[in-house]
Structure formats: structure tokens, C-alpha cells
């Protein structure tokens, strides 16, 4: 038996072609390390083509999973332990493996033909490129194919069983229980394909448990997470859970109005299976349909929701504004991708900002909040609902590619504590004016169609203050142009809460830049530098505290993946000199990277931490 060493934190990636089960593989083992009581942070990397050719740089599919004993914020900067199951992978993948960490390649993958599909002239296993790493080669293919001899399978259905025996070797790796997979298998396949996965699992555990090609495993202990009902969600999962348990404390039906687009799609999919929650989902011809029916069950009397990334929302941007003059409650989620135009279908980016706050024609202020997690997805759906519903009005909410697909473990709420904020639907004739407003949050009345007595006009064209009626007066329009936007300037926002050193270095952000700038920031104080964070998520209406907390620093820094778009509005709001931290990659902020920028900007080191005591992120 191979000795056993504990380890706080570790980073694994799976990568290969996109028909090779790399999702499957990642998720398993994410689920098994879910129960085995680590903290986790996943995020998967998908391929924009629908089936690239085999073996090509394009194709590639990667799933990185990090798991700790502690807390942790982010999917972690490198790898220690890359699974490439060709050469593609290994080239997209290779410069982020930690030096010095470990390299299993899918050794019968190496070939001249595969070469050649990757675009390399070498074998990078031979020419010099892994030098830097501990390379594990194995036949995956040769064993997998001994193992589920005898069940009839052809060759290509023996090929796609090879995941499975990567899996096992990772299992034995980290000393991971089997178990929930083996039963996942059972429930997921039928026969021969239950007992080929089964095989080809168990003989890559067994492989890893009797070759001399690892010196040792791991083991990860329990994370102490505070007592509860765990599970592992996606981002995706959560928010849709989220909009349901929002529409209950509203007391409404939810309607879900939607056009497939990566990456919101799987909302959809999600919702679809909620119909004994009052769910409706109705999957649209096109964008700008999709909002239509939203925006006509909210006026019906229903939670209009719609879904959609950064080239739906510029379709939808006409309708947007008709949810602002009709005041009527709506929620549209962004879930933002790499752009503009089709951009990066299945990357990550934060460039819908403006479009979210300013893309309307006319004077037209909406209700913007953005989420920080994949389990803070669920919040935000709430209270994106209870802003809706309270104030009558649109709401935006952003989450990216980033937060939809990755996950982490959500400690189930217990959906009764959750106040409710029921709705009171206008059913008195008696003094009804449509556009009577509540004095505290200025909302109109909801009216059901079809209440008698109450029947009035509704439309994009501007309304007479109270009645409603059609109105080009002058006047008018500036008073509804200035209420609808007081309106917003209403819903109540929690105060910017302030982590870390005061008045030298503060560091801003939005959105899923959250776990690598707080970690960053931990990371740099841990060195004896002096530098707080903060993390908005509302964006309009900001919180009022902005910019008190903003001019008490020294220096401001805003990390964004897009082109500064947070820092252009706070220089606007607040008048701080914000410094824009930018990346527009396609892949989200590395710990490292926030940590370099805080030493470049930083007025100096508080205290001298010795190195060795430095808690790093991997």
C-alpha cells in the first residue's frame, strides 16, 4: 500500500476532446468529493464548436475541480494534477500545469496523426515540453479495452468508456469512495454499458493502486463547514431555484419567457422541471418574443421572467423599455459571455454592464444586481423578485458563463425563514387610478386584466401621472421621466461593507470577480501589505455609502473582465479617480493576477511576514 499524505488543498484539470467525457468525469468526481465533505469550487470548459474534428485544439473540453479541507473562493490558478487524454489537450492545458506537478497522458493518443490534428511538429513528450513535470504515461485505451472484454462492445464504444478509467486513477489518487459513482453508473446506463463503465472505472483504480507510477496519494480532510444540509449546485441550478423560491414569497405563478442561448439555456431546462411550483416555461421563436410573453403574464398577473446573454439582450432592449413605461414587474437575466456579436459563446466576460444599465433608447432607469457565487445565484434571484414585485419595475440580473457553470457546496436554506413580501393584487374600484403610486416606494397598482371597474390603458406610449391616460404634455413627461427613475432610486440597498487595512489601497468589484479578489486580498495582507475589498451587488441603485467609502482610500482599483466599464461609472458618480484592472481573455481573474496588481499599486508592506508562513493559493 502506498503511503498516504494529507494535504489542505488541491487543484485537478480533466481535459480532452469533446466526445471524450471529460464533463462526466469532472462532475463525478466533483459530486464524490461534494460527499466526502471538502469545500470545492468547479468550473468547466466547454468548447464553443458543436463537435469540432477530433483531436483539434478546438475541440478541447476541460473541467477543473478544486478541492480544501479549508475555505476557499475560487477554482484555484494551476493545476497540480492534468489529465490529458490527447495531444490537443495537453498543448491548450500544459502552460498552466503547476511546475513540478504531475502530467497523465493518454499514452496510444501520442501519434504522428494526432500530432498533426494538434498542430505540432514534435512529440511534446519527448521534445522537451514536460520536462518541467512529473509525466505519468498510460495505454488507457489497451487496458480499457482488456478490461470490458467479453461484453460484445465495438471499438468506438470501447473508446468512450476510457473516462471512466481516468477516473478511477484519480479516485485512487486522492483516495476518493467509489461507491457514488458505481451508482450513478447503474441508474444512468443500461446493459453492457453499466457493467463496460463499471470495469473500466475499477480497472484504473486498480492500475493506479499496483504500478510504481505514483509515489504516493492523497488525502484531503473534511472541510469544517458550519452544520447543515449541503449539496453541490451550479450557478445555473441555484438561480433557478432561486426564481422559484422568489415567486412562492411573492405569492405569484412564475413564467419563464425564453430563446435557448448559451450559456442561460440550462435555466431553462431547469425551470421546466418545477410545473408543481406554479412554473410555466414557454420556449420562444426569438428573443424579442421571448420578453413579449414575459412582459404580458406580468401584466396578467404572474413573476415574468426571461433568460438570455449579451447579443439577446441588445434584442430585447426595445421591450426592456416597454417594462419601464408600463411599470410592470419583470426580471431579465444576462448570463454574460465573451463579445460583442457571437464573441465567445462559452466564455466568460463581464461586458453587459453598460448594456444593462444604459442600452434603452430614451430615459429609461432599470434595477441592476449582479451575483458573486454560484450559490449566491439563489440570493440574488430572490431579491431581484422582491425589487420587481415591491417596486413595480424591471430588473436586471447579471451573473457570466463563469458563475452559470461553475459550482460549489450550498448549504440548503430553510425556505421558511425567508421573509415573505407577498403581492396585493388592486381589487377596489372605489378612487382606482393606474398610475396611483405608493408614497414610500412610488410603485403603481397591479392589476389582474379583467378586475371589474378596474380597466385602464396600457402601452408605450407615455402615461398622464395617475390615470395613465396617453400624455404629450411636456411637463407630465419630465414628472414620469424623474418618478420612474426616483422609483429605482428607492429599493433599499445594504451599505458598502469594507474588509481589510483602511484609507490606503481598496480594491472594488462586481459580479464573479468576487473569490479571486478576495482571495487576493487575503493573500497580500498575509505578506504585510496594506489593502482592503469591497463587493457590490447592486449596481443601480448603488449604495449610498459609495462614495464616502471610495474617497476614504488613498487608491482605488476596480478588477473588471471587460474594458473598465464599473470604473468609467464610478469615476461618473463618485468623482474618485478609479483605476480600471482589465482583462477581456475569456477566462476569469487568477489569484495571482490580483495579488501582482495589489504589490504594483501598493504604497509598501505593514509588517514583514516571513515567506514560509504565507498561505498561497494553487
Known amino acids: 500500500m502506498k503511503p498516504l499524505q494529507s494535504v489542505d488543498d488541491v487543484v485537478i484539470r480533466f481535459a480532452g476532446d469533446s466526445g471524450d467525457g471529460m464533463q462526466v468525469t469532472g462532475s463525478q468526481f466533483t459530486n464524490t468529493t461534494a460527499l466526502a465533505g471538502n469545500d470545492l469550487s468547479t468550473f468547466p470548459d466547454f468548447p464553443a464548436e458543436i463537435r469540432a474534428p477530433a483531436g483539434t485544439l478546438a475541440g478541447v473540453s476541460g473541467f477543473q475541480i478544486r478541492f480544501s479541507s479549508s475555505d476557499i473562493f ?14 490537443a489537450a495537453l498543448k491548450a492545458n500544459i502552460a498552466d500545469l503547476k511546475k513540478g506537478g504531475m502530467l ?15 498542430g505540432l511538429t514534435t512529440n511534446p513528450l519527448d521534445d522537451g515540453t514536460v520536462d518541467e513535470y512529473r509525466v505519468v504515461k498510460v495505454d488507457m485505451a489497451r487496458m480499457t479495452k482488456e478490461a470490458i472484454e467479453g461484453l460484445g462492445l465495438g471499438t468506438k464504444e470501447v473508446d468512450r468508456t476510457k473516462n471512466f478509467f481516468a477516473l478511477g486513477m484519480a479516485y485512487w489518487l486522492y483516495n476518493r469512495d467509489t461507491s457514488s459513482t458505481e451508482a450513478w453508473i447503474q441508474t444512468k446506463f443500461k446493459q453492457p454499458f453499466v457493467e463496460a463503465n463499471l470495469r473500466a472505472m475499477r480497472a484504473g483504480h486498480a492500475f493506479a493502486e499496483t504500478v510504481e507510477l505514483f509515489e504516493t496519494r492523497f488525502e484531503v480532510p473534511k472541510a469544517n463547514l458550519p452544520p447543515g444540509t449541503y449539496r453541490n449546485i451550479l450557478g445555473n441550478q441555484a438561480l433557478s431555484i432561486g426564481l422559484v ?54 401584466f396578467g398577473g404572474s413573476m415574468g421572467i426571461c433568460t438570455t446573454s449579451g447579443p439577446g ?35 466568460t466576460e463581464q461586458s453587459d454592464l453598460m448594456q444593462a444599465m444604459y442600452g434603452r433608447n430614451g430615459e429609461a432607469p432599470v434595477a441592476v444586481i449582479a451575483a458573486s457565487s454560484p ?20 430588473v436586471i440580473l447579471l451573473t457570466d458563463g463563469y ?140 449604495p449610498k455609502n459609495m462614495a464616502s467609502v471610495l474617497r476614504s482610500f488613498r487608491k482605488v482599483l476596480v478588477p473588471e473582465m471587460n474594458m473598465g466599464q464599473l470604473a468609467r461609472i464610478l469615476r461618473a458618480e463618485t468623482l474618485v479617480d478609479c483605476i480600471s484592472v482589465s482583462k477581456v481573455q475569456g477566462q476569469a481573474f487568477r489569484v495571482g493576477e490580483i495579488v501582482d496588481v495589489i504589490v504594483k499599486h501598493s504604497g509598501g508592506r505593514a509588517t514583514s511576514v516571513p515567506e514560509r508562513n504565507m498561505r498561497t493559493e494553487a
Open 104 to 118: 497523465v497522458v493518454n499514452q496510444e493518443k501520442f501519434t504522428q496523426k494526432d500530432f498533426e490534428k494538434a
Open 403 to 542: 458563475l452559470a457553470n461553475g459550482s460549489e457546496p450550498w448549504k440548503v436554506p430553510n425556505v421558511d425563514e425567508i421573509p415573505d413580501f407577498k403581492v396585493n393584487f388592486r381589487t377596489e374600484a372605489e378612487g382606482f387610478k393606474a398610475y396611483l403610486r405608493d408614497a414610500q416606494t412610488l410603485s403603481r397598482p397591479w392589476v389582474k386584466p379583467g378586475t371589474p371597474g378596474l380597466e385602464h390603458r396600457i402601452g408605450g406610449i407615455e402615461k398622464a401621472e395617475g390615470t395613465g391616460n396617453v400624455s404629450y404634455d411636456p411637463k407630465n413627461h419630465e414628472l414620469m421621466v424623474h418618478l420612474r427613475a426616483e422609483k429605482i432610486a428607492r429599493i433599499e440597498v445594504p451599505d458598502l461593507e469594507v474588509i481589510g487595512d483602511p484609507g490606503e489601497l481598496l480594491l472594488i468589484g462586481w459580479g464573479s470577480t468576487a473569490g479571486a479578489i478576495r482571495s487576493g486580498v487575503e493573500m497580500a495582507r498575509s505578506r504585510g501589505y496594506k489593502v482592503a475589498y469591497t463587493h457590490m451587488r447592486w449596481m443601480n441603485p448603488m
Open 375 to 394: 450559490t449566491d445565484c439563489f440570493e440574488v434571484a430572490v431579491e431581484a423578485i422582491r425589487a420587481a414585485t415591491t417596486h413595480m419595475c424591471p
Open 313 to 347: 439582450m441588445a434584442l430585447k432592449a426595445e421591450a426592456i423599455g416597454l417594462a419601464v413605461m408600463t411599470e410592470l414587474p419583470l426580471v431579465i437575466i444576462d448570463v454574460q459571455r465573451g463579445g460583442p456579436s457571437t464573441g465567445l459563446p462559452t466564455k
Open 74 to 87: 475560487t477554482p484555484g490558478d494551476a493545476p497540480e494534477v492534468l489529465f490529458a487524454m490527447n495531444p
Open 245 to 298: 423560491v422568489g415567486a412562492q414569497k411573492a405569492g405569484v405563478p412564475l413564467f419563464l419567457g425564453s430563446y435557448p442561448i448559451t450559456p442561460a439555456s440550462d435555466i431553462l431546462h431547469q425551470l421546466s422541471g418545477y410545473k408543481q411550483y406554479g412554473v410555466t416555461t414557454f420556449q420562444a421563436e426569438d428573443e424579442i418574443a421571448a420578453i413579449g410573453a414575459a412582459i404580458g403574464a406580468s
